[in-house]
């Protein structure tokens, strides 16, 4: 598993997760599949199998979760007020085509690029992370291809985006 950059506050919302799967959800779906288990017939019994299935998706979801953090490098999410840093919110100008777009700069876990939550280890991410307002950027993408952003805005929100982190 390769290792995830994430903050405390990740970490912190991870360990949440595990521990609601563990003393909420399990305990439900085990009385789920005890109940579907006791309807008789387990050949054509659609709740047993419907009942192992999401037993089985949360056990490994918590695996899942308790893998990464065991692998997780944790990240500082503290910058300075006039420095990009994680979870800034930042106007970037896009200069090819006279366009400004908003983007917030977020852990891998967290990014969703349809919400304008960018990854800090995407092209653009790492190349707007440590940069200040009015300063020119070239960002390079993974084919070599190249474009220029200026840093239009700066707003330091200085926490994490509430949303549950992303399945993969």
């Given amino acids: 598993m390769k290792s995830e950059q994430l903050t405390k506050e990740d970490v912190r919302r991870i360990e949440e997760e595990i521990e609601y799967r563990k003393m909420v959800v399990r305990p439900q779906s085990l009385k789920a599949l005890k109940e579907?288990?006791?309807?008789g017939d387990l050949s054509e019994n659609f709740e047993y199998y419907a009942a192992k299935r999401d037993n089985n998706?949360?056990?490994s979801r918590i695996r899942y979760l308790e893998k990464m953090l065991r692998f997780a490098e944790i990240i500082e999410d503290s910058?300075?007020?006039d420095v990009v840093g994680i979870n800034n919110t930042v106007d970037v100008y896009f200069e090819d085509d006279d366009e400004t777009?908003?983007?917030r700069i977020v852990t891998s876990i967290r990014s969703d690029s349809r919400k304008g939550l960018i990854s800090n280890l995407s092209p653009l991410g790492k190349a707007l992370l440590g940069k200040k307002v009015g300063e020119r950027v070239e960002v390079t993408m993974e084919n070599g291809a190249a474009f220029f952003v200026?840093?239009?805005e700066l707003r330091n929100t200085g926490?994490?985006?509430t949303d549950r982190i992303q399945q993969y």
């Fill in 101 to 103: 777009e908003t983007y």
């Fill in 159 to 161: 926490e994490a985006p």
């Fill in 57 to 59: 998706q949360n056990n």
């Fill in 79 to 81: 910058s300075s007020d």
């Fill in 36 to 39: 579907a288990r006791a309807m």
């Fill in 150 to 152: 200026v840093i239009k």
